[in-house]
């Protein structure tokens, strides 16, 4: 009963204006959403078990009876894989009529996961976006341009459905080179520019030399960013560089960043949140189940991306709890002498370090019996190659004592290598971050 009237305040506030919904939205007390969620969680569970080939297989071979489900955990082991999207195909997991779909390649495989929608899903997500994107100050008299890739990618058409509601001036380039961009964006005078993050970091450098114009913001999303990129952006418009968390099977938004953009706050009407695995910090797999009507539900669906759940209130005042930036993707953790390691781990030893440029390359390789981790950096004059080398050191020291004491005890060797600016990337549009070439693994890009 209680989490009806919740459903039917939460429809209403997204009926109505984004100015209105933020304080309708906010006046829901949290054991009321709490219980809203719960029942939400059964209904994806029933209609899973019910008519999801897929689901309903696996809970009968698991002996899994969700109407006795009141909370993800109690599943057990049993979770959702991107190989199952693949391997069993959209069909399996269908639950009514979609007319839409799209697709998203991985690290792992060339062979894309399809995920089908609905047209009602795509126009709920956009109110969900047009709050958002109000509460970070988006008004109908700016003027948006976007460089989303069109190219069966889901952000595009949630951002268009988001624009409608709030009714401003929007120009969707799709994903050009960023200097036709620059000299196409510019007579229209944007206030809001959407790409995706090493998009803008192009885009940047070139208005930098070119000159700027007044923005208001710029909102990112589809890869992660690393601060130093990110602060050098903001820099060169006067402007802060917001980020969206999502993936395409969750259809949009998991989370955003408010303006202290200290984690992304959760999208927690329409998804339930775990961590697979936590450490002693928290930090483990983000897994989340989906609550609202879905053509194809998904149930504790392994995002393979590594990050932990923050609950601690935040300065911005708005109650959800957010998501941690995401330190990595699970499958670009690699365990050697070093320790566990991931791309995280670089950017976080650079943060600081003057005289180097934004791309660096790390190659694992056997050394006799010990690992050498080969840390390839670009440096803008040779002569500094020293100090370089020694504020790394210092930043290994002070951040990482694990990594270095594993140093001390010869487990591994470091090597910081130089290359000139700009040829560790090449013409590539993705850097790989990570490559272990001592099993000759796939390398991996960030
Ligand atoms: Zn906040």
């Given amino acids: 009963m209680l989490s009806s009237l919740v459903e039917l305040a939460e429809l209403a506030a997204l009926r109505t204006s984004p100015q209105r919904a933020v304080e309708l939205l906010g006046l829901i007390p949290a054991s ?74 991985g690290t792992t495989s060339p062979v894309p ?16 976006s047009a709050i958002w994107l109000h509460v970070l100050g988006l008004r109908p008299a700016d003027r948006v341009l976007s460089a989303f890739d069109c190219s069966f990618w889901v952000s595009p058409y949630v951002l268009r459905a988001g624009l409608d509601m709030l009714g401003c001036f929007h120009v969707e380039a799709g994903k050009i080179d960023p200097g036709e961009f620059y000299d196409r964006a510019k ?98 797999e983000a897994v989340y189940t989906t609550l609202s009507e879905r053509a194809m539900p998904l149930i504790r669906y392994r995002s393979s991306d590594l990050t932990t759940l923050d609950d601690s209130p935040c300065g911005c005042g708005i109650s959800m709890g957010r998501i941690a930036k995401i330190r990595s993707r699970c499958d670009e953790m690699v365990v050697c002498g070093m320790g566990n390691v991931g ?10 370090v003057s005289g180097i440029g934004d791309d660096w390359q790390v190659v694992i390789q056997h050394a006799g019996s010990r690992d050498r981790v080969e840390l390839h950096v670009e440096a803008e004059d040779p002569l500094r190659q020293a ?55 796939q390398a991996v890009s960030v």
């Fill in 343 to 352: 791309p995280w781990v670089f950017d976080e030893v650079l943060r600081g």
């Fill in 32 to 105: 009321a959403l709490e219980a809203m969620r719960r029942a939400r969680l059964r209904r994806t569970l029933r209609v899973a078990a019910e008519s999801s080939t897929f689901y309903r297989d696996q809970f009968r071979k698991r002996g899994i009876d969700v109407r006795r489900i009141e909370h993800p955990s109690q599943l057990g082991d049993f979770y959702t894989t991107g190989e199952d999207l693949r391997s069993y195909g959209p069909d399996a997991f269908r639950v009514r009529p979609a007319d839409t779909a799209f697709e998203t390649t």
């Fill in 387 to 441: 100090t370089i080398e020694h504020s790394i050191h210092a930043n290994l020291r002070d951040r990482f004592a694990d990594f270095w004491r594993n140093r001390d005890l010869q487990l591994y060797e470091l090597r910081i290598l130089f290359h000139r600016v700009g040829s560790l990337r090449g013409d590539a549009r993705k850097l790989r971050r990570l490559i272990d070439e001592r099993n000759m693994r």
């Fill in 113 to 128: 996961k399809r995920v089908f929608f609905t047209r009602r899903e795509i126009a709920d997500m956009g109110r969900l």
């Fill in 187 to 284: 007579p229209y005078h944007a206030t809001v520019i959407f790409g995706e993050p090493s998009w803008m970091i192009r885009f940047s450098e070139i208005a930098r030399t070119k000159g700027t114009w007044p923005l208001k913001f710029l909102f990112a999303g589809g890869e992660n960013i690393s601060e130093s990129a990110r602060r050098e952006v903001e820099e060169v418009w006067g402007a802060p560089l917001y980020l969206n968390y999502g993936q395409t099977e969750s259809f949009g938004a998991l989370g955003a960043e408010c303006r202290l953009k200290n984690g992304y706050h959760r999208n927690d009407l329409y998804f339930f949140f775990e961590v697979k695995d936590p450490d002693a910090e928290g930090y483990g």
